[in-house]
């Protein structure tokens, strides 16, 4: 008897449709292309339990006549090719042939559709790949398809779906892409009957992004439009100002078709290379239009991977492209100084400060604060401070705004960030009363042995003395032990409340990650309200960070639980502490006073809870006298 076995037509529907449909969102996906492939102008998705339930799509497109309608769930039945040579020149989203007759394989389906010159319209049902009903209906120019209960004959794929929640986010992206890859057409998403998306169909990629992402993200874009060797790129780009802790904020669209490549990707961030931070990734929407013949589209069942002949011309467009928009699109605007504030009672002397309160703290504190300090309405306090003091680059906003002609009382030390004192010795000023805390900062290092700043290399090493051996110290890496070691041992009183606060924009797989840990973020000190619409507030923050580092740390923190780490499971609490720590610190490059530095060397060398980072990798090393007279050949 043979052992090969020509399978039955209903077997090798299932299995084929597993290649095209593994998921709602493939459904969505699939269809959506369709109705724009069609000519719609607006398309109306909207779906139940995540899409498994129920999927309906509604687009004003040129409609199905009669006798087209049953051969069109047949596979490889299409009207976007006829012949192989069309297979060199795709212009459309779909060509296979495939996705109605995988999609009626493991669904049950009715469609409405019409034609034009047609008198009236035709109902289709179609349940598990088997015709069931086909008639004359009332329906407008256009069509409408209805899927219901999918995969409900293939419990072995329905198993491996994920929480509804999580498959409705990945429709939901979906919508995003093909809104985003045709801002021509209106698109409308709908999930569990409230409307989530509603593009304006303007031909405007700005507004359609606006609908998409919000308005935190439209409002910081820079506009690209470059062509090079018969590629043009357009769209827009984030401002280095603006970077994220992950790829997810990246869009790249070949022909109108949303695509992952690593050309563009590899593009785009070298074109950043040396604008933002290393470990910090540009988002950007970018078009890639090139000749139908120099891209292979027909390389992926899901059609979401493509082939370029060269990819040499593709790098280069979308890598001078970007560069010429960050060239022109990133000089700052310069500062207007229409008002004045007063400080009721200045400080006038400072002694040490532990290195604790924020990113660059300490002896970075300004005599200017002493003053009358010029400041434009509205605007952080440190940022004023940072104007008087004549520092020409933007910094982070701090929780305290200040209104026109108003004056605040002083009860604690000014603690202003990245203020660059030029002074070989921290400016004299007279640190406010505080028995407490005196006393704790002079008994901090009392009787320990001495440590002498040398200097720091790079901008990042700092270089210190005690006893008979240097030691070379990460500012970065010290800096990260300091604000986790503190963090953790903060109780959650010790939170501050923000008087502005702050929105951050998120992915769809952020969003739904992040929420589920709101509370986690609330024991951590991080208050996090949803906000809708993938957005979340931020209203308090642990003392020791600043309100310029929260988009960063929400983002970093959203990120990892998106992506599901291992360590993140274990201990998420201490994780975000991880996480909080590290976006907070000093940066490798940035630059700090001598005072700072003397500080955090006190810090690392003289507690012995600071030898590495919360990620493992060492705080500093040490060189004794005995090596180093060694290698000048001062001993045997």
Request: negative net charge.
């Amino acid at each position: 008897m043979s052992n090969i076995q020509v399978l039955d037509k209903h077997t090798a529907e299932l299995i084929a449709a597993g290649e095209v449909v593994d998921r709602p969102s493939s459904v969505v996906k699939e269809l959506m292309e369709n109705a724009i492939d069609a000519g719609a102008s607006t398309v109306s998705v909207e779906i139940e339990n995540g899409g498994i339930k129920l999927i309906k799509i509604t687009d004003d497109g040129s409609g199905l006549l009669r006798e087209d309608v049953p051969v069109a769930f047949l596979r490889h039945a299409t009207s976007k090719i006829r012949t192989r040579d069309d297979l060199e020149q795709i212009g459309t989203l779909g060509f296979r042939g495939e996705a109605l007759a995988s999609i009626g394989a493991v669904s049950k389906i009715e469609m409405l559709t019409c034609t034009a010159g047609e008198m009236a319209g035709t109902r289709y049902i179609i349940e598990g790949g088997e015709e069931l009903l086909l008639e004359d209906t009332a329906s407008p120019q256009g069509t409408t398809i209805i899927v219901r209960d999918l995969f409900y004959n293939v419990p072995a794929r329905m198993k491996f779906l994920k929480k509804d929640v999580t498959e409705a986010n990945s429709v939901a992206a979906v919508a995003d892409c093909i809104a985003l890859s045709h801002p021509e057409v209106s698109v409308r998403f709908k999930r569990d009957g409230r409307e989530v998306l509603l593009s304006p169909g303007d031909n405007k990629l700005l507004s359609c992004i606006y609908s998409v992402f919000g308005k935190d993200f439209a409002v910081g874009l820079i506009p690209v439009d470059y062509s090079l060797g018969g590629v043009h790129v357009h769209g827009y780009i984030s401002k280095p100002s603006s970077p994220r802790s992950n790829r997810t904020m990246q869009h790249f669209f070949i022909n109108g078709r949303y695509v992952k490549t690593r050309t563009a990707m590899a593009a785009l961030e070298q074109a950043f290379k040396g604008s933002i931070m290393t470990g910090k990734f540009p988002s950007c929407v970018l078009h890639i239009d090139l000749p139908l013949e120099t891209v292979d589209v027909n390389v992926h069942p899901a059609k979401i991977e493509v082939r370029f002949i060269n990819e040499r011309p593709v790098f280069d467009a979308v890598y001078h492209g970007v560069k010429s928009a960050l060239q022109s699109g990133s000089v700052p605007s310069p500062m207007k100084i229409p008002s004045t504030v007063n400080i009721e009672e200045p400080i006038s002397q400072q002694t040490k400060i532990p290195f604790s309160n924020a990113r660059n703290d300490g002896a970075a504190i300004a005599h200017i604060a002493a003053k009358e300090m010029p400041v434009q309405s509205s605007e952080p306090l440190h940022k004023a401070a940072s104007a008087a003091a004549g520092e020409e680059r933007n910094t982070s906003g701090n929780d305290l705004q200040i209104r026109d002609g108003g004056t605040i009382p002083y009860n604690r030390p000014l603690i202003i960030p990245d203020i660059i004192c030029d002074d070989p010795e921290p400016p004299s000023v007279q640190p406010v009363p505080n028995e407490e805390s005196d006393e704790s900062a002079s008994a901090e290092f009392e009787d320990s042995p001495k440590v002498d700043y040398i200097g720091e290399a790079f901008a990042t090493y700092i270089i210190a003395q005690m006893g008979d051996s240097i030691y070379i110290i990460d500012k970065h890496a010290a800096h990260e032990r300091i604000l986790y070691n503190q963090l953790k041992s903060s109780e959650q009183s010790a939170a501050q409340m923000l008087l502005q606060p702050i929105s951050v924009s998120l992915s769809h797989e952020e969003y739904a990650a992040l929420l589920p840990e709101l509370e986690t973020l609330r024991k951590a000190g991080l208050e996090v309200e949803d906000f809708g619409s993938r957005s979340v507030i931020v209203r308090a923050l642990p003392m020791l960070l600043e309100a310029g580092d929260a988009t960063d740390i929400i983002q970093e923190i959203a990120g990892g639980l998106a992506a599901g780490r291992h360590e993140i499971q274990a201990d998420k609490l201490d994780w975000i502490y991880h996480s909080a720590a590290c976006r907070a610190a000093i940066k490798a490059g940035d630059t700090s006073s001598s005072a700072e530095l003397q500080i955090m060397a006190e810090r690392v060398l003289l507690n012995d809870d600071i030898r590495t980072c919360p990620h493992g990798r060492p705080v500093c090393f040490e060189l004794s006298r005995r090596e180093m007279e060694k290698q000048f050949g001062r001993m045997g």
